[in-house]
């Protein structure tokens, strides 16, 4: 399991005063007083803090499914929890970069066991996402 964002650790957004904030995303502009307290004590390099379970135990494309956790705290109130309803959206999205990468093979293929992984990768979404 892993934090696919490098808010608090990798990011960050500052004031003009100086005040260092986890991202863009988590600042005044977005969060009461209140709300900035409590994502103050949040351990960022914690990857459990972020990880969707529901997502991680039942999805076949979350290994790559990007995830904004402000938008997660603001939505749902928890980091972790995904807005469901762009599941659909990167399924299909994830289905036709595996087609677009299927059709740079067949049109310049190459035999090496990286381009073998990836050929039963792209088979493996497409029986996944055929199956739904």
Do not use: H
Request: proline share 3%; glycine share 4%; charged share 20%.
């Amino acid at each position: 399991m892993t934090k696919r964002c490098g808010c608090g650790e990798l990011m960050a957004a500052y004031e003009a005063d100086g005040k260092k904030y986890p991202c863009t995303f988590f600042t005044p502009m977005t969060f009461s007083v209140e709300q900035l307290a409590i994502i103050d004590t949040i351990d960022w390099s914690n990857a459990e803090y972020f990880i969707d379970v529901e997502c991680f135990n039942n999805c076949y494309i979350e290994p790559v499914c990007n995830s904004c956790y402000g938008a997660n705290l603001l939505q749902n109130g928890k980091l972790n929890i995904r807005d469901k309803s762009r599941c659909e959206l990167m399924k299909i999205r994830a289905v036709f970069s595996a087609a677009l990468a299927a059709n740079r093979f067949v049109k310049k293929p190459t035999d090496n066991y990286e381009n073998a992984l990836t050929a039963k990768a792209i088979q493996n979404i497409n029986n996944l996402f055929n199956r739904i």
